[in-house]
């Protein structure tokens, strides 16, 4: 199966409503070949995973009244490109059946506000409702087609979605007015009022809605056009000793690139020669640029910021970091949370119910109401089925996972699927691996005391000198340390590793000894005061080493893995949400103390295997604890599958995106509070909508059914019906927008 097939994406016409969800998921799942399908309502489309052809997929959702088109052999930049051209022709249309059907609607309405007669009693009277009759019946052919043939599809496939409701409610007004004005003699004189006025205002008003929605719900992509943004669309190669600018898609693996100062990264690659800064803000979050030279790894979208650098590529195409992370946002917004897929089984069952409650509503009008019983009956069942479509419903989980999942990818976070967005705002208990997680991974060196008699510079010349031929590395954390300073390396003559103690060798004349306690007590080197201060660097986490020149002690050289600039302050955060932060490592106790109590954590198990991090996991989630685990996403990888979400920390190019539910794209800690803030933001905001949405039906019906009409004598208009089931759905996705002004402060959480 080719990678193209992998994943196909659909988009969808003709859904409109969220009950349409259940109906087409549940045709592209019974597909022979589908391993999964998940429609997002937000922006109608399918994502669809398996193996089954565009052919059959097509068909599958047309066997359930509804038309699809197939996108996935596109480019994202195309695929975007065609959305947004189809959304801006299609609100063109929305706007222009708006203006058809309220410039008959509306001054109808006027008319019968300010007390013109709304009934048939004279012949004159006839004839004119007659034409108005006839121009409602060409709005709703003009403006409102797509909603009866939506329906009469759905219909045929024995469903029922929105355009049900909406066909049922203005056809059941225009129909009942039409009576009145072909055999008024057959209709109580009382109940004699025609309702074209109510068929044109919903129309209109419905296709304000839809096009004002369609509006507003264009913004939730920003993320994912930033992201595509960043892509170069041309390169510089090195051909035959030539440059040559050529398509991004036509670079190939091994091709030596140049980028010049203020070019974008075109593919990523290993820099060959020249030096650099290189802004990677765009895909890491950190504000930064990052200095590249030769070997180091350069990500695609990334910008060059000064110096001219040529590289060779060793990703391009869809396997670059940058078009991997697009392609997790997109599933990842294409997914559903449970509390979400919980609000798609609601709405499934939500339109027959519905439908039953308008016919036991026009029922009860008929049997029990006041006289004009049959108008009463019908005016109260068109408003229940008007005031209760589940667009709102529909929109409320997904609007939401759109923009969540796109400002999280904005902060250097990349959410892998909806679950994990909402599991991540419940977690009560962090587990947080200790080396390259709170701590920088790379030792360093953090003292250099020098004895009596003894240059601080020449120490360290002759120390690196000696433990450049070591792959110890501690070894390798002195030799960077001379570098740093600019300090030459001298050739090594008899160098000898000795196990367990450190090593030794002649350089510059001189025999050197380096290593630990045990090396200079058989070797008969005093160590002196030098012994307590030794001793006092190991309880501060720190590793102390001797070293010593013609059999005297010159210095002591401590190394250790320093903590990140940030982390105390990023688990600080962590601690004020009310999440028990807890450190596993491998170290020994008193390197796990001394790291623990700097970083401000309380609980840490040292001396944990690899295999036995996942037991810990397990025993936390025993307890009772909703429990996140950080780690490299790879010697973790037991304990990251194995948490409630498993959180990788990522750096650069290297990103472990299948290996954990979430990925830090920066080695920052801050990320990890960033993605929880983010997450709650999220969940938040998906509640206000369910709730709004639930409480605007729960509440709707009942008002629409007439329950208040016996106590205050009012009944729901289906005009205001109308308006408020349309503007239900915008104030859901103005909400869901909301997300976008939110930030994950470092400093301070913010809620939306």
């Not at 409320?396 to 999280?408: D, F, L």
């Not at 020449?458 to 340390?481: D, F, R, T, W, Y």
């Not at 604890?625 to 304990?639: F, H, Q």
């Not at 997450?679 to 629409?704: C, D, H």
Request: charge should be neutral; include cysteine; hydrophobic fraction near 45%.
């Amino acid at each position: 199966m080719s990678d193209s097939k992998a994943n196909q994406q659909l988009l969808i016409e003709g859904a409109g409503c969220a009950s349409c969800v259940g109906k087409i998921e549940a045709a592209l799942n019974k597909t022979p070949g589908v391993v999964s399908a998940q429609m997002n309502f937000a922006d109608r489309s399918v994502l669809v995973t398996g193996t089954a052809s565009t052919q059959a997929l097509i068909a599958a959702v047309e066997a359930v009244g509804y038309n699809a088109k197939a996108l996935d052999e596109q480019g994202d930049e195309d695929l975007l490109g065609e959305k947004e051209l189809a959304d801006k022709a299609y609100y063109k249309t929305l706007i222009r059946d708006t203006v058809i059907a309220l410039s008959l609607g509306a001054p109808l309405m006027l008319f019968g506000l300010l007390g013109g007669d709304m009934t048939v009693a004279t012949d004159m009277q006839r004839a004119a409702w007659l034409g108005v009759g006839l121009l409602t019946l060409a709005v709703m052919y003009f403006s409102g087609r797509h909603f009866y043939t939506g329906a009469w599809k759905s219909f045929k496939n024995h469903n029922a979605n929105m355009d049900t409701l909406i066909a049922l409610g203005t056809g059941t007004a225009w129909l009942y007015s039409m009576v009145v004005v072909a055999i008024p003699e057959a209709i109580p004189p009382m109940a004699r009022h025609v309702y074209f006025e109510a068929t044109a205002m919903i129309i209109g008003l419905i296709n304000l809605g839809l096009a004002l929605e369609l509006k507003a719900r264009g913004k939730t992509s920003a993320a994912i056009k930033r992201l595509i943004g960043l892509q170069a669309k041309t390169a510089t190669v090195i051909r035959d000793n030539k440059e040559v600018e050529i398509n991004i898609a036509q670079v190939l693996l091994d091709d030596l690139v140049k980028v010049r100062p203020g070019e974008k990264i075109p593919v990523d690659g290993v820099v060959n020669d020249g030096h650099t800064f290189i802004d990677e803000s765009m895909l890491t979050g950190e504000p930064m640029p990052v200095e590249k030279s030769q070997g180091d790894e350069v990500a695609a979208g990334t910008i060059n910021t000064s110096g001219s650098i040529r590289f060779r590529a060793t990703r391009v195409g869809k396997d670059t970091a940058l078009a991997r992370i697009i392609s997790m946002v997109k599933r990842a917004q294409n997914s559903k949370p449970p509390i979400g897929r919980l609000a798609d089984i609601i709405a499934t069952y939500f339109v027959p119910t519905v439908m039953i409650i308008a016919v036991l509503t026009a029922l009860a009008w008929l049997n029990f109401g006041p006289e004009p019983a049959l108008a009463l009956a019908m005016v109260c069942a068109t408003t229940v089925l008007i005031i209760a479509c589940p667009c709102a419903l529909g929109l409320a989980t997904p609007m939401s996972v759109m923009v969540g999942v796109g400002k999280a990818a904005e902060a250097g976070v990349l959410i892998r699927n909806g679950e994990a967005l909402q599991t991540a705002s419940k977690i009560t208990a962090m587990v947080l691996d200790k080396t390259g997680t709170i701590t920088e991974g790379t030792p360093q060196v953090t003292d250099l005391l020098i004895a009596d008699k003894h240059q601080q510079q020449k120490v360290l010349q002759l120390a690196a000198s000696l433990e450049s031929g070591s792959e110890h590395p501690l070894a390798q954390a002195i030799v960077n340390k001379a570098k740093e300073q600019d300090v030459e390396l001298l050739p090594v003559d008899s160098f000898k590793a000795l196990t367990g103690l450190g090593v030794q060798g002649r350089c510059d004349n001189k025999a050197l000894l380096f290593g630990n306690a045990k090396l200079m007590q058989q070797q008969g080197i005093r160590l002196g005061d030098f012994s307590e201060r030794a001793h006092n660097l190991a309880k501060q986490a720190k590793t102390p080493m001797f070293f010593a020149i013609d059999g005297e002690l010159a210095a002591i050289i401590a190394v250790a893995d320093p903590i990140k600039e940030d982390s105390i302050a990023a688990i600080e955060r962590l601690q004020n949400n009310g999440i028990r932060v807890i450190m596993l490592t491998g170290d020994n106790k008193e390197t796990a103390a001394a790291v623990a109590h700097k970083a401000g954590i309380k609980e840490f198990f040292a001396e944990v295997l690899p295999e036995d991090k996942a037991n810990k996991v397990k025993e936390l989630q025993h307890s009772g604890e909703l429990v996140g685990m950080t780690g490299d996403g790879i010697n973790d990888a037991p304990a990251l599958a194995l948490a409630d979400v498993g959180f990788a920390i990522g750096t650069g190019t290297d990103v472990a995106i299948e290996s954990a539910d979430i990925t830090l794209m920066r080695g920052s800690l801050h990320g990890l509070a960033d993605a929880i803030a983010v997450s709650k933001a999220t969940l938040k905001n998906i509640k206000q909508n369910l709730f709004g949405a639930f409480i605007y039906n729960v509440a709707g019906i009942p008002i629409a059914a007439g329950v208040l009409y016996p106590f205050f004598g009012m009944l729901l208009s289906p005009v205001i019906a109308g308006a408020a089931m349309a503007f239900s759905s915008l104030t859901v996705v103005s909400n869901a927008n909301r997300l976008r002004l939110f930030t994950a402060h470092k400093a301070k959480e913010t809620q939306a």
